[in-house]
Every structure is written in C-alpha cells, then in structure tokens.
C-alpha cells in the first residue's frame, strides 16, 4: 500500500478541502471520513494510503506532527526574502 | 508538471455576444452597447475561472495588474493571451487558498511578473510552495501588504491595512488583503474571502476611512459570512460581482446574502451566469459593465446547491 501527503488548504462545516503534495491536486472531503483526527488546525497535514495515488483512503489519514510548523517557518522566511527590498509606503510603479 | 493545455484550447469567448449596462439608477438595467473611450478608460475584469477569484486590472495604456489568479491556470493565461498581455506588472494574491492562487504557478511561468505582493500568511499546500518558486525564479520584486497606496498609470490601488495577526492568527480569509481601485470617478473595492471579522475591524478602525464605493466584488464568493448589513451600509455599492461557479461545492452564493442584495435592489453580476465581467472605468463620465454573455432572463437570486443536500465526490481526486 502506498500513500501520499495532503495538506489542509481550508474548511467548512460540512467538509475539508485538501491539497496533494504529490501533484497538487485539489479534493474535498466530507467531516465524516475524518472524524478520528478532529479538530483538524489550518493548514494540518496528513499522511493518507491509497492504491497508487488513485484512490485515497481517509479513514487512514494520519497527521504528521509538526510539519505544518516545519512548513510555515520555511515559507515565512522566504516570504521575508522576498519582500526585503520592499521599500514601504506609496509607491508609483 | 503539468501539461500545458490552455496555448491549444479555442479562445472561448470569440463570437459570444457581449451585453453592457451603464451604472444609473439600477445596475441591473440593461442598455444598449455604447463607444468606451478605451484611451481614456481603465477596465478591471472578473474572469470566469470556475469557483475562485480572479480579476485583470488594464491601465489607460495596457499596463496589466492580476488580483488572484482562479484555481486552474487555463482562464486566466486564456485571458491574458486573447488580450495581448506579455508581462504582468503587479500580481496581488488577495490570501494564499488554492482557489485563489491555484493558477498562480503556471501563470507566471509564461507570463513574467514584475512587482508581487500577498498577505504574508504561508501556506502549507504546495500550490502556495510553488506560487513562491515561480516568484523567486522570475527575480520579482515582492511588496508587504501593508497600507499604502500603488499607483500605476494613473490608476490608484489603495491597500487597506492588515488586522493585527493576533486577531485571527493563520486564518487566511480574515487576512484577506483589501484594494480599493480608484479611476476617474469609479471606485471598485476586492477584499478577497474576507469575513466578518476582518471587515468588522476595517469599520471600526479609523485609519480605515471606507466611503461608498460604485462596484464591490463580493467577498468569499457570495458566502453568507462575507458580506454584512453593516459593511453594505457603509459601502453602498451601485453595483456588485460575485465570483464563483454554477453548482460549487460549498452552495455559494448563499440565499442570505442574495436576500441583503434584493431588498437593496441589487441584481449581482454573476461569473457563473454571465461568464467574464467587465468594469469600464473612464476619466471623466460614467462607469460602465459589460459582460461576457447577456444576463437576458436569467435570475441573479437564484442560490447555489446547498452543501447540505448535494452528493460528494471525495474519494476521487478531481480538480477543481
């Protein structure tokens, strides 16, 4: 059995919209197949087991500790990258 | 990688009739086609892009601005390349949920972007990962969403200020970034997915100083957390859009929010009906909208599949 990371992109009520790491794909999950991992925070990721990729199984979901953390702090420091020649205020472009 | 498929697809809106309404007593009146002095004009489009957001800001002289980018590459870069668009001058990212930024990575891949700006929240998706390697790859100058006012070719994009991220902490909606969208006499305001909260602390923070604006896009697709008695009071619109696709996943837009519209004689302008929404945005005269396909009889109150009671096709990926 193999399995893939998806990571929680965002949620409603009813359900949870995931993205794959794999190739981006985009699924919504209904709340019901998921409910051994509630509260599920923003941006959660999980580790999933499917038949090579075609066919998730989320009642196996699992969350992988920590690495939304891991992730945000990599993308927070890029993102300071990115912006630290921003000069601030009005700018005419 | 994905395929690239949108170079090979018919430009979808060649020989669809066009319909315009000029901004007066009802938005919703329907009025014949009338020249658009386009030297003169500004337009901002909501292009159809399924359910998500994405919008083209055209300067006077064709300089471009990409407000969110749908979820799926195809509309967008369709667009761009039907408009003889070669370079995106500024790419704002309204929050980093895919239906807004899904399209974002390969964009910009064929489209350079010049100036970048997104509210600063990451992501853990690799959609947001990739939006960022696209980013670095093109050398692209990044802003802070932070007030301040852009201006490009004459047309003014006001950025509210952020809520304090201890109001919400890594919620992306709530820290939707807000642009105001001034030329001539037109005032259009985008907010992104934002809700209640953030737009509450928009009217109550007096740096905020929010007046009547002549388009507001309606934020989070028509949700019924996305716009309020409070914030339409105070905005006022003559006109609003929503952005979102027929039969969406989450029954956007929501009955009350549409009920909030029709008792303030509002007809919204609907992608999902209408297809690609245009606001022409002139020096001097008035603000004019245009769309895609006729609205002709079609009801712009009519709700979307209430999430409660449509099937779910989980368990099999599918884009969205």
Do not use: C
Not at chain 2, 186 to 200: I, K
Request: overall charge positive; aromatic content about 6%.
């Amino acid at each position: 059995m193999l399995s893939t990371s998806w990571a929680l992109d965002q949620q409603s009520s009813d359900f949870f919209t995931f993205v794959s790491d794999k190739d981006g794909i985009v699924v919504h999950v209904p709340a019901s197949q998921l409910t051994h991992l509630l509260p599920l925070e923003p941006g959660a990721v999980v580790r999933v087991m499917d038949a090579g990729g075609s066919r998730p199984y989320w009642n196996t979901a699992a969350l992988i500790e920590g690495e939304a953390n891991r992730r945000r702090q990599a993308a927070s420091a890029r993102y300071k990258h990115m912006t630290q020649s921003d000069p601030g205020g009005d700018l005419e472009l | 990688m994905k395929k690239l498929s949108w170079y090979h697809r018919p430009l979808r809106m060649l020989g669809v009739g066009l319909s315009f309404a000029l901004i007066v007593a009802s938005p919703s009146f329907a009025q014949p086609a009338r020249t658009v002095d386009s030297k003169n004009s500004a337009t901002l489009t909501f292009v159809s892009l399924g359910q998500g957001d994405g919008a083209v800001l055209r300067t006077p002289t064709g300089r471009t601005v990409i407000i969110d980018a749908g979820p799926d590459p195809t509309p967008m870069a369709q667009w761009l390349a039907k408009h003889g668009v070669t370079t995106i001058d500024l790419a704002v990212a309204s929050h980093n949920h895919a239906d807004h930024i899904g399209g974002m990575p390969e964009v910009f891949k064929h489209f350079p972007v010049t100036n970048y700006m997104e509210n600063g929240v990451p992501a853990t998706t690799v959609i947001y990962r990739r939006t960022l390697d696209a980013i670095a790859k093109r050398g692209t100058r990044g802003f802070r969403a932070e007030a301040r006012v852009l201006k490009i070719d004459g047309v003014a994009i006001e950025v509210l200020p952020m809520p304090p991220e201890s109001m919400r902490g890594s919620d992306q909606n709530d820290r939707s970034i807000g642009l105001l969208i001034t030329y001539g006499g037109t005032r259009v305001l985008l907010t992104g997915d934002s809700e209640e909260a953030e737009q509450d602390w928009w009217l109550k923070n007096p740096s905020v100083k929010l007046a009547p604006v002549t388009i507001l896009k309606a934020a989070h697709h028509g949700s019924h957390n996305g716009t309020s008695n409070a914030w339409m009071d105070r905005l006022a619109p003559k006109a609003v859009v929503i952005s979102l696709s027929a039969n969406n996943t989450y029954g956007h837009p929501h009955r009350p929010m549409l009920e909030m519209l029709r008792v303030r004689g509002l007809a919204p302008w609907r992608t999902d009906q209408v297809g690609d929404i245009t606001v022409i945005m002139p020096l001097t005269g008035a603000t004019q909208i245009q769309s895609e396909r006729s609205r002709g009889l079609i009801d712009p109150y009519q709700p979307g599949t209430s999430a409660s009671s449509r099937s779910f096709r989980s368990s099999r990926p599918s884009r969205r």
